[in-house]
């Protein structure tokens, strides 16, 4: 068990719809990340907050937004879903950022179905 | 464009014997490297890492080495068991980036007993 937990653990849903897939990190991580992993590919990297802040982007779509709250917790809202759009949805917090540790820790993630 | 590869999809071993995964990486503003493992259903755990400024990292049965020059890092496992059984991505991470990770596409491994 990494701490990072990750709900709902599954989602289905329609094309068109709108998502909120959420994410608890480690007890005193203040940095969260968003991966994407689509069929039988490796993990894409979306977004990063950093204590509330926006820290990086990847090749996040403009239809995919996300935030991270007072509490550390960040939620990935995803609208106007697409086929394409299913995936395995992760999260990862780490301690901090920059400095001699790298690691990420990741969660269980939720798997997106979108008919 | 991919900036880090794992060119073998799958990789068989026998129990026992020296499994070895291979990672090839194109940017060369990478400062860390890292190996994480997956089971089918779970998140990817964290294996080992090693900074740019080693080439070698021993943790256990699992080494990592890491050869700039040719832009390349292996994960030895000695001796590999059926537990080892999973898929292997290896990562970097650029310290000035916030340290996002960029993946390679993954290595199943399969340990025979």
């Known amino acids: 068990d990494s701490g990072v937990t990750q709900t709902p653990k599954h989602l289905i849903t329609a094309t068109g719809q709108r998502v909120t897939l959420r994410c608890s990190p480690r007890?005193?991580?203040?940095?969260v990340y968003w991966y994407q992993q689509s069929l039988d590919q490796g993990l894409q990297f979306l977004i990063q907050?950093?204590?509330?802040?926006?820290?990086a982007k990847g090749n996040i779509l403009e239809r995919f937004s996300a935030q991270q709250f007072p509490d550390l917790h960040s939620e990935l809202n995803l609208s106007s879903l697409e086929l394409g759009d299913s995936a395995l949805y992760f999260c990862?917090?780490?301690?901090?950022?920059?400095?001699?540790?790298?690691?990420?820790?990741f969660g269980p993630g939720t798997r997106l179905t979108v008919l | 464009d991919q900036q880090v590869k794992q060119n073998s999809p799958s990789l068989s071993v026998q129990e026992g014997r020296i499994s070895i995964l291979n990672c090839d990486y194109t940017?060369?503003?990478?400062?860390?490297f890292l190996w994480y493992k997956k089971y089918p259903a779970e998140g990817p755990t964290f294996l080992i890492s090693?900074?740019?400024?080693?080439d070698k990292n021993e943790d256990g049965r699992f080494t990592v080495f890491l050869n700039k020059s040719a832009k390349h890092l292996s994960l030895h496992i000695v001796p590999s068991q059926p537990g080892d059984s999973a898929v292997y991505f290896c990562?970097?991470?650029?310290?000035?980036?916030?340290?996002?990770?960029?993946f390679g596409g993954g290595t199943r491994l399969m340990v025979k007993p």
């Open positions: 940017n060369s503003m990478f400062d860390y």
């Open positions: 007890s005193g991580d203040l940095s």
């Open positions: 990862a917090s780490s301690v901090v950022v920059g400095g001699p540790q790298h690691e990420q820790f």
């Open positions: 090693i900074s740019s400024i080693k």
């Open positions: 907050y950093y204590n509330g802040e926006e820290r």
């Open positions: 990562a970097a991470s650029l310290n000035n980036a916030g340290n996002m990770l960029t």
